[in-house]
């Protein structure tokens, strides 16, 4: 049974930072393209950043919106995604999901999701 499980979120002023983690248990992390999706209230879930397998963050995708803020990473060693937030803005506030099995079809899919964890920035 796949799990995503992601932490990290919580509240923060505009221009602060945070950390998201997803820990991947019942695949072979590895082998799968991952990534982070926003849902911002009212809204469909979005891509935020997506990382193939054996990838690193510099050749990873970013949206537009999160383009030199965010940093998407992996850790294939401990099954571990990792998404910086920096510079965060009252929009970036949303729930971010944690996926495996990222593919652009079109649209954004992917195989497995996390739960959510959510994030609001504000003063």
């Known amino acids: 049974q796949v799990q995503l499980v992601e932490s990290g979120g919580g509240l923060v002023q505009p221009g602060g930072s945070l950390r998201l983690s997803c820990a991947a248990t019942?695949?072979?992390?590895?082998?799968?393209?991952m990534g982070w999706f926003a849902q911002h209230s009212g809204k469909e879930r979005e891509i935020v950043a997506a990382?193939?397998?054996?990838?690193?963050?510099?050749?990873?995708y970013y949206a537009d919106a999160v383009k030199g803020r965010f940093t998407i990473s992996r850790d294939d060693a401990n099954e571990i995604l990792y998404l910086e937030l920096n510079s965060l803005k009252v929009e970036d506030t949303a729930i971010y999901y944690c996926?495996?099995?990222?593919?652009?079809?079109?649209?954004?899919?992917?195989?497995?999701w996390g739960q959510g964890t959510q994030v609001t920035v504000s003063s």
């Open positions: 990382i193939k397998s054996g990838g690193v963050s510099e050749s990873a």
């Open positions: 019942g695949l072979a992390f590895s082998d799968y393209a």
């Open positions: 996926a495996a099995g990222v593919r652009a079809t079109g649209t954004w899919e992917a195989s497995y």
